[in-house]
């Protein structure tokens, strides 16, 4: 059973699936191109020991081959994309199972608060491409807010830009659930809690990127996914429910009236988006408290032009819901 993102690494090791490298490689621009010329030769995935100037390592190619997908979800390595997609129906239509609430877990290992938080001197934040606008924390990561009405929680990916030591932006389109959230916020006239997560278990990843319906956690999907409960801890300082084996976790609170410039980044269709000729100002949160693990391991994705880990979740989620509407 995999509960974290070091469980999904080792298993990948074990599988003959996960390439170390050692050498010195650069955040900017280098990992990520690396990274995307052994996504094309659908190569293992690849954990960046070395970054220059920081202590934690890069994982990337983490999903983007079918293999790793399977080993993900728990189900057969053999197994194609739309068999995966059935057996994931089928898990899910037996009823889904809410996450476990611990007082304690790796998480809480570290804490940093206040004047100590600088996002980009801590963490090897990769640049991806030459025209984005900056470093972007969050390509594998999901940003957790709650309902303020009836409590769901969501879990939800969005491209996530590192705007200063203590802000990041947050892309969140027109009709995503995280911007529905925030809509109520907006009508209370208060700033929303988030909590923005980078490096766990890969299915919390995969569920956060793929179409959940309004009001069903993601949380809770994982559960029926797994056959047991996902462990998560009530922050105090937010209240929200994060996964107790995260790597790393931002924490802070969104002013729905505030906007900042953001972009542009080179996203999954293999095009620029928000670029510099628009004035494109997204929504951020600032940041209050970093939570990560002893030795954090940071998560990214390459994106850009298929194949990559967002494409493969893609052809996965649109493939469950046409078994599940037949």
């Not at 994309?81 to 129906?89: D, H, Q, S």
């Not at 007082?103 to 980009?120: F, H, Q, R, Y």
């Not at 802000?167 to 907006?186: E, M, N, P, S």
Request: with cysteine.
């Amino acid at each position: 059973m995999i509960n974290d993102l070091r469980d999904f690494i080792n298993e990948c090791k074990k599988r003959d699936n996960l390439k170390e490298i050692n050498v010195a490689v650069n955040w900017d621009l280098e990992a990520s191109h690396i990274a995307k010329l052994n996504e094309e030769k659908k190569g293992p995935a690849l954990l960046f020991n070395n970054i220059a100037g920081y202590e934690t390592p890069i994982f990337m190619s983490a999903l983007s081959t079918s293999q790793r997908l399977a080993i993900a979800l728990g189900m057969k390595e053999e197994n194609s994309i739309c068999e995966m997609a059935k057996e994931w129906v089928a898990l899910t239509k037996k009823g889904l199972i809410p996450p476990k609430m611990v007082a304690t877990g790796p998480v809480l290992e570290n804490s940093v608060e206040n004047e100590k938080i600088d996002i980009l001197a801590k963490f090897p934040i990769p640049r991806f491409y030459p025209l984005d606008g900056g470093r972007y924390f969050g390509t594998t990561g999901f940003l957790i807010t709650q309902d303020p009405e009836t409590g769901w929680t969501n879990l939800g990916t969005y491209r996530m830009q590192v705007l200063d030591k203590n802000h990041v932006g947050a892309q969140i389109l027109k009709g995503k659930h995280a911007g529905l959230v925030l809509d109520k916020y907006r009508k209370m006239k208060k700033k929303m809690p988030v909590a923005a997560v980078v490096g766990c278990n890969p299915l919390l990843f995969l569920l956060s990127s793929t179409t959940v319906g309004a009001g069903v956690s993601e949380y809770d999907v994982a559960g029926a996914l797994r056959g047991e409960p996902v462990e998560v801890i009530k922050s105090d300082l937010t209240g929200l429910y994060i996964p107790a084996t995260a790597e790393i976790v931002l924490e802070g609170e969104m002013d729905p009236f505030e906007l900042r410039e953001e972009g542009p980044f080179g996203e999954y269709t293999g095009y620029y988006s928000g670029t510099a000729q628009q004035e494109f100002k997204k929504e951020f949160f600032e940041v209050k408290r970093i939570l990560h693990r002893n030795n954090p391991i940071f998560w990214a994705t390459s994106v850009g032009k298929p194949v990559t880990d967002t494409h493969m979740l893609g052809a996965l989620q649109v493939s469950a819901t046409l078994w599940s509407d037949l």
